[in-house]
Structures are given as C-alpha cells and as structure tokens.
C-alpha cells in the first residue's frame, strides 16, 4: 500500500533539511509497539506472496532426481512493507539474547543460537558414531528426523502469541498487530485471505512457529523423554535420538495435538534410522504401520540440516558433488571478460568453499587438492599469466589483504572444521538429554584425524600457532568454553604486521604415507576462530 522501496528510504535520509530519520523512527517505534491505528493494520501487514521453488531433497537427488524430471514442492514467501520488515528486523536484533534464551529450554536452536545448525550436526554425527560402533549402544535404538507441512504457514496464531505472552513479551504488541486479525495475501490477481501462520519473509516468523511448535512439545508425557537421549529442533527441522519405542511415542503424542497448534507432520516424510538386526520386530512394524520410512542405520546416508552424517563414502560423495560444482562455476567466472570482477567473484567463491562448507564435513583431502587445483588453473586464465601458484598468490595478494581472499582449502578445511566442532561444544553438549549418553566430541575418530593432520604433535608445524591451536581445542572441548578469541587476536597481531603480511604457514598433511608440504597465505584472521 504504502509502496515505499529502500532506495526511497536512502535518498530521504540522505536529503539535506529533512529530518527523516526521527520521522522514520517514530514509525518503526508503532510497528514495534503495535500502535497502529486498527483500520491501517490489516493493509500494512499484508503482503506480496511469491511463489518459490523448494531445492531437491538430498533423497530425490540420489534417487536420480534433478530440477527438470522431478514436480518440485513450492515454499511461499511474502514480501510485506519495508517498515514492517524493519521494525521486525529491529526488534529481532534487540531481543536476540532474551529469544536465544527462551528458545533454548526447549532446544529451539534456529534463534538467536550462534553456531546452532553446525551443533546439531555434530553432537547427532557424534552419537551416531557411538551407535554405529558398539552394537549394545544401538540395540533398540534409533534417529528420527521429522517433516511437517507448510509450517510457518499453518501455525496457530493464538499459540504463538501466548508464548511471547510467557516468553518474550517484548514482541507481543508488535505479533498481535501483525497477526491478530485477517490479512490479505496479494498472488498475481488473486487475493488470499490469510488468518493462520506466520509470513515467511516476516523477521520473526521463525520465533513465531518455534514459539507454537515449543507448546506442544510440552504436551509430550514426561516419561516418554526417559528413552530420549538427543533431541534439538532447528526451525521446521527436528532430529531425535534414543529408544526406539520412546521416538514412536514422542511422535505420536505431537500428531494426537497437531491440529490444535496448527501442525501437520507427513509421515511418509519422516524417516527412521536403526540397524533392524538389534531391535524389536514388534516396534519396528509398529513404525512402518506408522507410515515412517525405516532406513538402514549402518549402511544409508543420514542427512542432518543438508550436511551427510553417514558413513565415510556418503561424506565424499556430498562433496565430490559439491566440488564438481564448484570446478564448473570457477570455469564460467573464469570466462568473465572483466578481470577484477572475475577474479573478486573468484575470490569470494574460493573461501565460501574453504571455509563454511568445509565447517560441518571433513572433506577429503583428495577432493580439497583437487579443488585448491582447479582454482589456481582458472585464476591463471582469468590473470593472463601461466599456471604457477606463487604468481597467482601474488596477483591475489590484493584480495587476501582486502580480507576477502582465497585461502588453500586443502589445509584450511581442517582448521575451519575443528574450529566449528569446539566452538559449537557447549550447544551440541546442551541438547543431550541423557548424560551418559553424552560422548567426548573429541574422542571420536573423525575429529582425531582431523587435529592430527592439523597440529603435529612435535610441534614444528603449524609453528608459531601450534600451541594456540592445542589450546583453542583442548580447552574447549574439555571445559566447554570458548577460546577462538585469544586465537584470532593472535592471528590479527601477525596479519597486520607489515613485515608478516604475506608470510606463509608451513603445514603438514599425510596421506597414504606420504607428507605433502602445502602452504597457506595469512590474510584476515579466519571465521571460524
């Protein structure tokens, strides 16, 4: 209605003898107070629905599926008025800390939770690494993911606004302006009248389904979490490990109330990971009569939040994908026929691969060379020069001072993957139910491979960050806190000296006996510390 753009918004704060910015203030202080006037609300919180398709789900990719052969689901997104958006996004920002910790007693941890997917990822790689490994630690045991239908849309406004009533009252007036009457839903000539759910491109439509969705949880019986060993939801997104008959009363004590809190789980979504040679056939037959898909606990692919948690294979073959990708794309900005753009967008592509999808997996190390060698080959097209690591780093040295360089993934990915699972530890340790169901994120074998192609135990590689790394994860696996600050201060004491700018980190990594030497240019402290 108001039509209103944030270009409009910048050259109105940018224009001389207006006080816009208090006017705008005033503004976004009704949103967020829910002082609207009533008539104007139902116009000022509609929205612009557009119609957006959902990505293949890994099962249907692996099933031969892609883009053109499969009848993809469609996720419908509104685009409501800029103020209202930022009014949401403020009060978002300033309630952060409050929401982490309301959503947080019931292992919400999509909100205000940082880290939280990458920790849900391991503690569930972590104890299905225990299942998968002693036989009397999976008997009778399983993981239950979880799906549900269209849920930020379906979910019941009146429970929502009672838990930010409990909860999070600080939103309440801006929810119950939003949502406490009809809006309306704008598709192409159509008009949707909309009184259930939340507006997927509202800010706060995720606290709004966690806020509902963590009301029913409380409907589950006490006794059923006495089989429970890990749960977490994160959004929509639920995973549960523990007995297989306490999932299967869990699951059936949400579907008796789904109606009331507006949810719909689709059980022929749901799947349920246990190796059937240690447990109940009565369960396992009551699960199927459930319509749940029971899958094979030692041998298929176990996809956590889009990162495979299964066997070793399943791992490289997620990313095989990924890099054969990533080879493609770096070969089409390699055809750009600007260099600095080419080369920036070549940059920022580089180090969103070595680093944040290297953060949940431990790539092998053979795809990682593979990927540190396609990317030198299209930097030298894109620079014009022959195909010679150090010319590339060089030419790139503007980009790594920039903060944005790329950095070898090779042994990169291994920092940034232990840095996740330590600064992460004290949120996947929270969301284990059963103590002694709790294991050691730095006992299993993964994350030991990992720190031994990482840090030499001698000392001489890595050096001068040896003992800062042993530190960083000694200290924060085994007492849970945090200490990634006193390493990057570290980091940025080297990087900004001058004389150490363009220094090289020797690094050591084996692989089949063999030790390849590879290096590594400091530039910006990296994310993960």
Same mark, same amino acid.
């Given at each position: 209605?108001?039509?209103?753009?944030?270009?409009?918004?910048?050259?109105?704060?940018?224009?001389?003898?207006?006080?816009?910015?208090?006017?705008?203030?005033?503004?976004?202080?009704?949103?967020?107070?829910?002082?609207?006037?009533?008539?104007?609300?139902?116009?000022?919180?509609?929205?612009?629905?557009?119609?957006?398709?959902?990505?293949?789900?890994?099962?249907?990719?692996?099933?031969?599926?892609?883009?053109?052969?499969?009848?993809?689901?469609?996720?419908?997104?509104?685009?409501?008025?800029?103020?209202?958006?930022?009014?949401?996004?403020?009060?978002?920002?300033?309630?952060?800390?409050?929401?982490?910790?309301?959503?947080?007693?019931? @292992?919400?941890?999509?909100?205000?939770?940082?880290?939280?997917?990458?920790?849900?990822?391991?503690?569930?790689?972590?104890?299905?690494?225990?299942?998968?490994?002693?036989?009397?630690?999976?008997?009778?045991?399983?993981?239950?993911?979880?799906?549900?239908?269209?849920?930020?849309?379906?979910?019941?406004?009146?429970?929502?606004?009672?838990?930010?009533?409990?909860?999070?009252?600080?939103?309440?007036?801006?929810?119950?302006?939003?949502?406490?009457?009809?809006?309306?839903?704008?598709?192409?000539?159509?008009?949707? =009248?909309?009184?259930?759910?939340?507006?997927?491109?509202?800010?706060?439509?995720?606290?709004?389904?966690?806020?509902?969705?963590?009301?029913?949880?409380?409907?589950?019986?006490?006794?059923?979490?006495?089989?429970?060993?890990?749960?977490?939801?994160?959004?929509?997104?639920?995973?549960?490990?523990?007995?297989?008959?306490?999932?299967?009363?869990?699951?059936?004590?949400?579907?008796?109330?789904?109606?009331?809190?507006?949810?719909?789980?689709?059980?022929?979504?749901?799947?349920?990971?246990?190796?059937?040679?240690?447990?109940?056939?009565?369960?396992?037959?009551?699960?199927?009569?459930?319509?749940?898909?029971?899958?094979?606990?030692?041998?298929?692919?176990?996809?956590?939040?889009?990162?495979?948690?299964?066997?070793?294979?399943?791992? =490289?073959?997620?990313?095989?994908?990924?890099?054969?990708?990533?080879?493609?794309?770096?070969?089409?900005?390699?055809?750009?026929?600007?260099?600095?753009?080419?080369?920036?967008?070549?940059?920022?592509?580089?180090?969103?691969?070595?680093?944040?999808?290297?953060?949940?997996?431990?790539?092998?190390?053979?795809?990682?060379?593979?990927?540190?060698?396609?990317?030198?080959?299209?930097?030298?097209?894109?620079?014009?020069?022959?195909?010679?690591?150090?010319?590339?780093?060089?030419?790139?040295?503007?980009?790594? =001072?920039?903060?944005?360089?790329?950095? @070898?993934?090779?042994?990169?990915?291994?920092?940034?993957?232990?840095?996740?699972?330590?600064?992460?530890?004290?949120?996947?340790?929270?969301?284990?139910?059963?103590?002694?169901?709790?294991?050691?994120?730095? =006992?299993?074998?993964?994350?030991?491979?990992?720190?031994?192609?990482?840090?030499?135990?001698?000392?001489?590689?890595?050096?001068?960050?040896?003992?800062?790394?042993?530190?960083?994860?000694?200290?924060?696996?085994?007492?849970?806190?945090?200490?990634?600050?006193?390493?990057?201060?570290?980091?940025?004491?080297?990087?900004?000296?001058?004389?150490?700018?363009?220094?090289?980190?020797?690094?050591?990594?084996?692989?089949?006996?063999?030790?390849?030497?590879?290096?590594?240019?400091?530039?910006?402290?990296?994310?993960?510390?």
């Amino acid at each position: 209605p108001l039509g209103v753009r944030l270009g409009h918004i910048v050259q109105l704060l940018a224009a001389p003898g207006a006080d816009f910015a208090t006017s705008m203030a005033k503004l976004l202080q009704r949103f967020a107070d829910g002082s609207l006037d009533p008539a104007a609300r139902v116009a000022l919180f509609s929205a612009k629905l557009f119609a957006v398709y959902k990505p293949l789900s890994p099962e249907a990719r692996a099933e031969g599926g892609s883009e053109l052969n499969v009848v993809r689901p469609v996720r419908p997104l509104a685009a409501g008025e800029i103020v209202r958006r930022a009014a949401a996004k403020l009060l978002a920002h300033t309630t952060k800390v409050q929401a982490a910790a309301a959503f947080r007693r019931y @292992r919400q941890i999509a909100i205000g939770v940082a880290g939280g997917a990458e920790a849900a990822i391991h503690a569930t790689t972590a104890l299905l690494t225990v299942y998968r490994t002693d036989v009397a630690a999976r008997t009778n045991r399983g993981f239950l993911k979880t799906d549900k239908r269209n849920a930020f849309n379906l979910a019941d406004r009146g429970k929502f606004m009672r838990f930010m009533a409990i909860h999070l009252p600080q939103l309440l007036p801006y929810v119950t302006a939003a949502y406490g009457q009809m809006t309306e839903l704008w598709f192409g000539d159509r008009v949707v =009248e909309n009184t259930r759910g939340s507006q997927q491109g509202d800010p706060l439509a995720g606290h709004c389904f966690a806020g509902s969705h963590a009301l029913l949880k409380e409907t589950i019986p006490a006794t059923v979490w006495d089989g429970i060993q890990l749960d977490y939801d994160f959004a929509d997104d639920s995973g549960t490990c523990g007995l297989v008959t306490s999932l299967l009363d869990m699951l059936d004590a949400l579907a008796l109330r789904q109606n009331e809190f507006g949810e719909e789980f689709r059980m022929d979504k749901c799947q349920l990971f246990i190796d059937e040679a240690v447990c109940d056939p009565v369960t396992v037959a009551r699960a199927r009569a459930m319509g749940i898909a029971v899958r094979a606990l030692l041998t298929d692919d176990v996809n956590v939040l889009g990162t495979s948690v299964g066997l070793p294979h399943h791992a =490289e073959l997620a990313f095989e994908a990924r890099v054969t990708q990533s080879v493609k794309a770096f070969g089409d900005i390699a055809q750009m026929t600007h260099t600095h753009r080419a080369a920036t967008v070549l940059a920022f592509t580089g180090r969103g691969l070595a680093t944040y999808s290297c953060r949940t997996s431990l790539p092998p190390r053979n795809q990682l060379l593979r990927l540190d060698a396609a990317f030198a080959q299209h930097a030298a097209s894109i620079y014009g020069v022959p195909h010679d690591s150090a010319v590339i780093e060089q030419l790139h040295a503007r980009y790594t =001072e920039g903060g944005f360089g790329y950095r @070898r993934s090779e042994p990169y990915a291994r920092l940034a993957y232990i840095a996740s699972v330590v600064e992460t530890s004290a949120t996947a340790r929270s969301l284990f139910i059963d103590p002694s169901a709790h294991t050691r994120l730095g =006992e299993i074998p993964f994350v030991r491979q990992a720190l031994a192609d990482v840090v030499d135990p001698s000392g001489s590689a890595f050096s001068p960050l040896t003992d800062e790394i042993r530190l960083y994860v000694e200290r924060g696996i085994d007492e849970g806190v945090q200490p990634g600050r006193r390493l990057q201060k570290r980091w940025s004491t080297m990087c900004d000296d001058a004389t150490q700018a363009s220094r090289l980190l020797t690094m050591s990594g084996a692989a089949n006996g063999e030790v390849v030497t590879t290096s590594i240019t400091i530039g910006r402290p990296p994310s993960c510390a």
